[in-house]
């Protein structure tokens, strides 16, 4: 046998065991994406994302929902966030607050939305006060 062809095997087995692996996978990652972006809930997803990030926290997905500040609302969102922003200016912390006769139903999911962000807030506050004793 050459000598060649033992060292050649294992330079190979080291390529492709070791090396090819680091150079395929930002690939792979790239393909993941693609394929996650045809799919309704990965576009749904996204447009929940960018709600809480866009500066009018509104983004609609190519799927036709609309999302506020990371929640789905429906139409064009007028009626949530009405609700979102009255709990949010009134620095509202009950849920039960929310739910009145007169209110819309999506009138009222903004409310609760903006009452379980507003929770959320005040804990993660609190978290970070214990953390920093």
Not at 46 to 69: C, P, Q
Not at 94 to 107: G, K, V, W
Request: proline letters at 4%; charged letters at 30%.
């Amino acid at each position: 046998m050459e000598k060649w062809i033992v060292p050649a095997i294992v330079a190979a087995l080291f390529y492709f065991i070791i090396l090819e692996p680091e150079y395929l996978e930002p690939r792979r990652r790239q393909q993941e994406e693609a394929k996650c972006l045809r799919t309704p809930s990965c576009q749904d997803m996204n447009a929940r994302i960018e709600s809480d990030f866009s500066e009018s926290g509104i983004a609609r997905s190519t799927t036709g929902k609309v999302y506020y500040k990371g929640n789905e609302c429906s139409g064009d969102c007028v009626e949530f966030i009405r609700g979102y922003e009255a709990a949010s200016s009134l620095g509202m912390t009950q849920e039960d607050a929310c739910h009145r006769p007169t209110l819309s139903q999506s009138n009222t999911a903004g409310c609760v939305a903006a009452v379980e962000d507003r929770m959320a807030e005040i804990e993660a506050n609190v978290e970070a006060r214990y953390e920093q004793d």
